[in-house]
């Protein structure tokens, strides 16, 4: 594995350096050791003498996440190298030398790297290969599973669909991942009866969206069959399975036509949503459906409905303000997040402007919805939610903490953010490193 990745190692490691010039600061010294007393100490001097700066913090994020990876081991060191999924690339060189291990924490990270599109799958099948024999017993499945989501070349087609069968249900998911990587026709039988018979919730829903990528007159029929043995999750599942380009066509459409004009609650608004997102024939029947759904379905449908009606029509404007005035408060957040999200020029300014009044009432509060419209506000640059969220970085809930600090950083407020770097808790340390590094 240092073999092949030693041309992104190597890039790392200039990165690495390239930093080490400018953030010698006791913060990142202590970051990258995981000394985070002395972080927290460290981070409040530099803010309170204004010595902290965006690019100050993310090369504090970056020593942080590194040495996290370095430092993990299993078994907990394995979830904790899994949060850093949505950061692999600013990472990529702490992943690799991580990678090139030999224990599961090694395999995780060869993993994110692999999905990420990091690594070279055949060097990934030949690293867990090479070792496996070092490897103690309960770590074969998580090798497996590595190898296994690399089988996407056209000869790895014989043992990506015996995997599918793995007596573990982690290497049975690797392989249908794989199977929507590999787009191979001869997966079609497998992905089905995967999506009928695994015991696995997950593999099922997996194996779903692989017969839907890989399309087809077949698989469109076989999910309409399977259809009436799912439960309402796994017809979701199908629904935007039908929508995928290659089933659309191939008879797709006239089963969400089907769908939208048969079903209800979210299975017929998943299936509306396809159609409004392919547009051309009945999309106009599939507004319908989510107009209906909006006003008269049960809360949960309603907001699904919500979110999914196409704000360019003028009939869902309309209907949006309507449901302003709902008794039913998730309801009406569901509309102001909306119209809060909406691009420019989509929603009128006032409405815009009402929305963002009616959320920041509701976000100078603390429930549950308080810290939801926070995030919302955050998302949409409304930066007079940023003193809520520097409070709520105090707040003893691990969820208000982390999701103050991506508001702050989403807002452009990544300084006010920092002190999270030290938090006590390494899910929030690392989310929010994460989060500055993605916004690099």
């Keep these: ?31 990258e050791a995981g000394r985070f007393d002395e972080l927290r100490r460290a981070l409040s001097d530099e803010l309170r003498r204004g010595a902290l700066d965006s690019d100050d913090a993310r090369a504090i994020a970056r020593a942080l996440a590194a040495g996290e990876i370095a430092r993990a081991t299993p078994p907990s060191g394995v979830d904790r190298v899994r949060e850093l999924r949505t950061c692999a690339r600013p990472l990529e060189e702490a992943l690799a030398e991580r990678a090139a291990g030999t224990d599961a924490v090694a395999t995780a990270a060869a993993m994110i790297l692999l999905e990420a599109g990091l690594i070279d799958p055949e060097s990934v099948k030949r690293h867990a290969r090479e070792a496996a024999p070092g490897r103690d017993p309960g770590s074969d499945a ?41 787009a191979d026709p001869s997966d079609r039988a497998a ?8 015991p696995h919730p997950l593999a099922r829903t997996v194996a779903i969206r692989a017969a ?17 043995l799912s439960d309402e999750p796994g017809r979701e599942a199908i629904a935007e399975a039908w ?55 049960q ?59 009616w959320l920041m009432k509701l976000a100078s509060g603390s429930s549950t919805r308080a810290v939801l419209a926070r995030g919302v506000l955050a998302r949409a640059g409304v930066r007079a939610a940023a003193p809520l969220l520097e409070r709520d970085l105090r707040s003893r809930e691990i969820p208000v903490r982390e999701a103050a600090g991506t508001g702050l950083v989403e807002l452009g407020e990544i300084p006010r953010a920092a002190p999270l770097l ?16 993605g916004a690099s």
């Design 243 to 297: 929508a995928a380009p290659r089933a659309l066509d191939a008879g797709g459409r006239a089963q969400l036509l089907w769908a939208i004009s048969t079903q209800r609650g979210a299975p017929a608004i998943a299936a509306a949503r396809g159609l409004v997102r392919a547009g051309g024939d009945g999309a106009g029947e599939a507004i319908a459906v989510l107009l209906d759904a909006l006003r008269t379905s």
């Design 299 to 357: 809360s949960r449908d309603r907001v699904y409905a919500i979110r999914s009606a196409p704000l360019e029509d003028p009939a869902v404007r309309a209907a949006l303000i309507e449901a302003q005035s709902d008794p039913d408060e998730a309801v009406v957040f569901a509309v102001h997040a909306r119209h809060v999200d909406a691009p420019p020029g989509v929603v009128a300014a006032r409405e815009r402007a009402a929305a963002v009044a």
């Design 142 to 182: 998580a090798l497996r599973a590595l190898e296994t989501r690399a089988l996407v070349a056209a000869e790895d087609g014989a043992l990506r669909r015996a995997r599918m069968l793995d007596g573990d249900q982690d290497v049975r998911v690797a392989a249908l991942r794989a199977a929507i990587t590999a």
């Design 191 to 198: 992905v089905l009866e995967a999506a009928r018979l695994d």
């Design 1 to 31: 594995m240092v073999r092949v990745l030693s041309g992104s190692i190597l890039a790392g490691l200039l990165s690495l350096a390239a930093v080490a010039g400018c953030a010698s600061s006791a913060s990142v010294r202590a970051a």
């Design 212 to 228: 839907g990528a890989l399309g087809g007159r077949e698989v469109v029929l076989a999910l309409r069959d399977l259809w009436v």
């Design 422 to 437: 030290a938090d006590a808790d390494p899910q929030v340390r690392l989310t929010l490193a994460c989060a500055i590094l």
